[in-house]
């Protein structure tokens, strides 16, 4: 099962990111209805699916990371 993040979507064009940090462009419309930035996909049989448990734990480990940051100054 491959992994992508949405980067961000743009006049109709949608920007993933794979496992392997590639960037991809594909029609938004390929996306699931309530696709947005920041959202982890997974990609099966030919159609991409929201992952909301691996979107939730990204999300997380981002805002720890910019917490940590923060703290740090």
């Given amino acids: 099962m ?3 993040r949405v980067d961000r979507i743009e006049e109709g064009i949608a920007t993933v990111e794979n ?3 590639a960037m991809l462009h594909v029609s938004a ?3 699931p209805e ?3 930035s920041g959202d982890c ?5 030919g159609r991409f ?3 909301p448990e ?3 734990f990204t999300r997380k480990n981002v ?3 910019l917490d940590n940051l923060i703290s740090e100054k």
């Fill in 2 to 4: 491959d992994i992508y």
């Fill in 19 to 21: 496992s392997d940090g």
């Fill in 29 to 31: 419309s390929r996306l």
């Fill in 34 to 36: 309530n696709s947005k």
């Fill in 41 to 45: 996909l997974t990609f099966e049989k």
């Fill in 49 to 51: 699916y929201l992952a």
């Fill in 54 to 56: 691996k979107t939730k």
């Fill in 63 to 65: 805002k720890n990371i």
